[in-house]
């Protein structure tokens, strides 16, 4: 997909001399944000974000001072459900499994109080576009770099069973780089207003901290740990722009 890419910017460049040039503008988009690789997987209780297909709202803008050339930026908003279920019963069978953690009994994830939050992450993003004319149309590629502000699900967990007490908790916001590459199809209309159709790759990463906390008739436990998630999603989106 990179390589298709870098082969498509540097043709629609070499044979950008004869082309109009294209229309600036400005707008938004929204859609849906659904997540890829270790984002999505629901396998290494620290590792992987358990996450669940959201959606996704952007705010862009592109300058084309050549005739297929432009360059401008995105700033957009995400959200993603966590799959609370499959999480917990990973979560209770770590617990209990741990040789490190002596003496936890939970025999079912029914018998803690659990909640869970939202994946959530703000991107910054600028870079360059080509786009091409097709009558009405303007077919575009491009690929954007920035930061990415990413905020983890805030994760409680609690059991009481006699003397036992069990506590595990996950919070956490972090910024890191990021990029993004994909394409569109836009269309412009008389009176200068139009529709886009895009399809956009985001990668990036987040990390997050968990507590654990045990008291029980074996004494006293507490782990903190640190982890980071491959922060992946392929956005779909439907946007309105303005052209001049």
Known sequence: MKKLLIISLI??????????????????????SIPKGPFVQSEDLFSNGYAIPGFTICFEGFYYPFSILGFGGTLG???????????????????????SIPG??????????????????VNLLVGPEISV????????IRGLGGITAAFCPSREM??????????????GSSVALAYSYGGSILYKSRSGTGIKVSA?????????????????????YEMDRTDEIDTR????????????
């Open 200 to 220: 956009d790759y985001f990668n990036s990463n987040s990390s997050y901290d968990s507590e654990i906390d045990v008291t029980n008739v074996y004494g006293e």
């Open 158 to 171: 609690s059991y009481i069973a006699g003397s036992e007490e069990v506590s595990f908790v996950t919070k």
């Open 104 to 121: 936890i009994s939970i025999t079912s994830a029914d018998e803690v109080n659990f909640e869970s939050g939202f994946w959530n992450y």
């Open 77 to 99: 908003f995400g959200s993603l459900y966590a799959d609370q279920d499959v999480y917990l019963d990973h979560l209770v069978e770590y617990l209990n499994t741990q040789s």
């Open 233 to 244: 999603a392929l956005s779909l989106t439907l946007g309105f722009f303005y052209f001049f």
């Open 11 to 32: 043709y629609f460049a070499v044979s950008g001399y004869n082309l109009t040039a294209q229309s600036s503008y400005l707008g938004f988009s929204l859609g849906a």
């Open 133 to 140: 004319p097709l009558g009405r149309f303007q077919a575009g």
